[in-house]
């Protein structure tokens, strides 16, 4: 496939405004976001256009007709462009009935309908628009034009920013001031809004208007930023979630005494304070499953002399249940067998007792 050379000029024309004392000076910013997105568009609605002309066509191909479809689809939305905002003030009708307010949404709708017209018979109605073949045969035809430098993202930047400027007429998106001399446009430059700028985090190299600068800061994955969890540590940002579920010295873990009972949710760097804070609980739930006739108040004395026997240290130093039970059932051994108030002892057996007839019964 051959393409044609580019020595063509492809923006459209510029018309200078001059007043009785000379012309005026225009900053030349727009938003570099919507800019970039405009030319990244543009190669693929060619691409489109150029291969839906000539579908079926024996003696044309997509190569041969992209410098005159090219040229084409630059005055027809450069001219719809110059038309949108009195056609916007004379008519309240708008494309499909919707209002479309963004300078993008507006320069594609553009764009659409050049591509929608240079449609052939063929293809309107041979079912090649819905085919899979259509979009590799475009894909591929944008991938020759973008190696063989066809048509230079920068040149469709240039005609990105007019055709912005020319919809835009609230100056949302672009710079609309005007200067008399040079002095004050070059002052100005360095502190528009339009400017574009380059974050300064490390690892990040998103180019953006300066008056966006916050607003992607808020965002930027590369910005270090305090953990979320307020530990001490200051991360990257895009590796918050990571941090925070695995390595943070504040991320919630389940007591490592939760098999056993303990409902408590605590920081990862306060279990051992915890473990030593609740021995006493800790110990009651460990003899509740060993001693399990006994009674509540059976078990809080027993509680009462292992802690007696033992320093509050010696159990608060048990990782887990295994080894807090073994630590418990050496300091029974020296205490001996549990004795068991009868009368509670009766009490405890009714209840259970009861409480099995009620499973039965129910």
Known sequence: MELPSNNLDLGPRQIEQEKDEGPLLHCDFCDIEVVH????????????ACVDNTTGDPFNTPGFVAVDLRKEMIEFVT????LFVAESIISEEVPDGEALEHPFDIICFFV????????????????????????????????????????????RETLAKDL?????????FHCGMSFKSAEDLANHVDACNFRSVVCQN??????????????????????????????????????????CITVCPLK???????????????????????????????????????????????????????????????????????????IVKDLEVKLGSLQVNAKEKTCAEVSKNEDSEDNRTG
């Open 252 to 326: 919630l873990v389940d007591c490592p005494f939760s098999a056993i009972g303990c409902r408590s949710t605590i920081g990862q760097s306060m279990i051992r304070k915890h473990c030593s804070d609740d021995v006493e609980s800790h110990l009651l739930l460990i003899l509740k499953g060993i001693h399990q006739q006994a009674s509540d108040k059976d078990l809080q004395r027993r509680v009462e002399q292992i802690v007696q026997t033992s320093s509050k240290s010696k159990l608060a130093e048990a990782k887990d249940v295994r080894s807090f039970k073994s």
């Open 79 to 82: 001219q719809k462009s110059e």
């Open 112 to 155: 659409d309908e050049f591509v929608n017209s240079k449609r052939n018979l063929l293809s309107q109605f041979s079912g090649w628009l819905l085919s899979d073949k259509r979009e590799d045969k475009i894909d591929d035809f944008v991938q020759e034009m973008e190696k063989n430098g066809f048509w230079p993202l920068d040149r």
């Open 164 to 172: 912005l400027k020319n919809v835009d007429f609230k100056s949302s």
């Open 37 to 48: 997105k405009l030319a990244q568009m543009f190669m693929p609605a060619l691409g489109c």
């Open 202 to 243: 490390d690892g990040c190299n998103d180019r953006f208007s300066a008056g966006q600068l916050k607003e992607h800061d808020s965002t930027c994955d590369f910005k270090i930023v305090p953990c979320e969890q307020k530990c001490t540590a200051n991360i990257l940002r895009r590796d918050m979630d990571r941090h």
